[in-house]
Structure formats: C-alpha cells, structure tokens
C-alpha cells in the first residue's frame, strides 16, 4: 500500500521556519493533488495547502504570504516551507495526497492517502 512519509516537523522559536517534506512511499500512476491539513488540540482539521497536478494552489488565509507549497513530481514528494511562524501554527500537520494509483491489485483513479501527521510547536 502506498504510504506517505512525512519529515521536517519540530520546535522553533516564534518568527522562525520550518520545512516539511511527504513523500509518497513507493511508485504511483500520478498525483491528483497533495498538500498539507493541520490539526491544533481542541480544534478540527484544517486545509493548510494543497496543489494540483496542473499546477493550481490554494492556501489557507493565515497562512498567505507566509507559507509555500512545492513539488518535486519526479520524486512524488510535496514540500511546505514555512516562514515567520506563529504560536498559532503549532499543530498536527498532516500530508494528504489524492493518487491515482495500483492497490492490491485494483486500479483507482482517485484515491486519498493521509501521512502520520508530524508535530510543529511554535514557542512565544
């Protein structure tokens, strides 16, 4: 089963960066979209970033201007560079990928993978 893996989560003092990285764990068909949920305690999941194969990227309005989505389709592998961190970013962040991809045998056309989630803690 494709697996995602996720890197680069961490504690850092308010105002620095973190880098994130998923990649997705063995050879796909293509990527539909994949990007970066978040989840702070007390609090629902939340879209961070995302990206499409055609290159299209939504954020979410705290973090415009401050946070940016890449790939490396190559590599199957999504990057979330985060500059001037906020106490109010630490969370959860969660890798999401929607794949078409080979699973026991079964083509799917869109299926949606989530990573482990990786711990970001921005101190004050």
């Known amino acids: 089963q494709v697996q995602l893996v996720e890197s680069g989560g961490g504690l850092v003092q308010a105002g620095g960066s973190l880098r994130l990285s998923c990649a997705a764990s063995r050879r796909i068909l293509s990527i539909n979209a994949m990007g970066w949920y978040r989840q702070a305690p007390g609090k629902e999941r939340e879209l961070v970033a995302v990206?499409?194969?055609?290159?299209?990227?939504n954020y979410a309005d705290s973090v415009k201007g401050r946070f940016t989505i890449s790939r490396d389709n190559a590599k199957n592998t999504v990057y979330l560079q985060m500059n001037s961190l906020e106490p109010e970013d630490t969370a959860v962040y969660y890798c999401?990928?929607?794949?078409?991809?080979?699973?026991?045998?079964?083509?799917?056309?869109?299926?949606?993978?989530w990573g482990q989630g990786t711990q970001v803690t921005v101190s004050s």
């Open positions: 990206i499409t194969s055609g290159g299209s990227i």
């Open positions: 999401y990928a929607d794949l078409e991809a080979y699973e026991s045998g079964r083509y799917y056309r869109s299926k949606d993978y």
